[in-house]
């Protein structure tokens, strides 16, 4: 079992910074993918990034290609999103997952193929 626990969302103006991280609890963290997913008001919640547990591989969006990055820290069971030059459409609610793999360099943009998820961060971009 894994718990996790996203943390430093919050308000920003456009253009502006904002890392997010995510806490995950048990021993095999470092043998876990991760993802981060976003979910705006009336929309389907949708992958963002995702990293492999070696860290070695990472996916992402178009529309965050270049302002965001995936990274993890496994010694500290900790992933990041760090998110500049945010856009108002960047406003939803932030949701970090994880899931156990054999290999060390998969990923997903697949919600289906997460185990485990946080409850959420807010973050919002204000034009």
């Known amino acids: 079992q894994v718990q996790l626990a996203e943390s430093g969302g919050g308000l920003v103006q456009a253009g502006g910074s904002l890392r997010v991280s995510c806490a995950a609890s048990?021993?095999?963290?470092?043998?876990?993918?991760m993802g981060w997913f976003r979910q705006a008001p009336g929309k389907e919640r949708s992958v963002v990034a995702a990293i492999s547990w070696s860290g070695g591989r990472t996916y992402y969006i178009d529309s965050v290609k270049g302002r965001f990055t995936i990274s993890r820290d496994n010694a500290k069971n900790t992933a990041y999103l760090q998110m500049n030059s945010l856009k108002p459409e960047d406003t939803a609610v932030y949701y970090c997952?994880?899931?156990?793999?054999?290999?060390?360099?998969?990923?997903?943009?697949?919600?289906?193929?997460?185990?485990?998820w946080g409850q959420g961060t807010q973050v919002t971009v204000s034009s």
């Open positions: 048990g021993r095999t963290f470092s043998t876990y993918f």
């Open positions: 997952a994880a899931s156990p793999s054999v290999y060390r360099d998969y990923v997903s943009e697949d919600p289906s193929r997460y185990r485990y």
